[in-house]
């Protein structure tokens, strides 16, 4: 039964207790909370629910930061790891420059291709622009 069928029962029963008696007898009715308990079981649940949301918002929140963070820890691994296999690559392409540099490689190519040391070595010296123009004139 719900509140005020309750009530309007209790009433009713009041009623019949005293009317063998004094009909103009008080029902004790004064000060009663007729709205109290339907009221105060309203506000119990309202509070319920704001303080369930005020717990649970944060909760979620923290659940997302922590998430994200796992997230951006995978990520920084992961450019970690491709950071040392670049690193590792550089280190191999360095090694294979100089030894395809290497003076004792380069003679002994130069002997296999047939390629001999130059027998006259010409040097100019002086630059490469003479005084004059290539049309014949005079430079300012």
Do not use: C
């Not at 909370?33 to 309203?42: H, L, P």
């Not at 420059?97 to 100019?124: C, K, T, Y």
């Amino acid at each position: 039964m719900s509140s005020p069928a309750v009530l309007l029962d209790w009433i009713q029963r009041r009623r019949e207790d005293h009317s063998s008696d004094n009909p103009d007898e008080n029902l004790d009715l004064v000060g009663f909370d007729f709205t109290g308990t339907q009221r105060s079981k309203n506000t119990s649940r309202n509070l319920l629910v704001v303080l369930f949301v005020a717990i649970l918002l944060p909760a979620l929140s923290l659940v997302a930061l922590r998430t994200e963070i796992i997230r951006l820890r995978y990520e920084l691994a992961d450019s970690v790891r491709t950071e040392q296999r670049v690193a590792d690559t550089k280190r191999e392409l360095t090694v294979e420059v100089r030894q395809l540099r290497d003076p004792a490689r380069l003679n002994r190519l130069a002997v296999e291709m047939g390629l001999s040391l130059p027998q006259q070595v010409i040097q100019v010296n002086g630059s490469l622009h003479s005084g004059s123009s290539r049309s014949g004139g005079t430079t300012r």
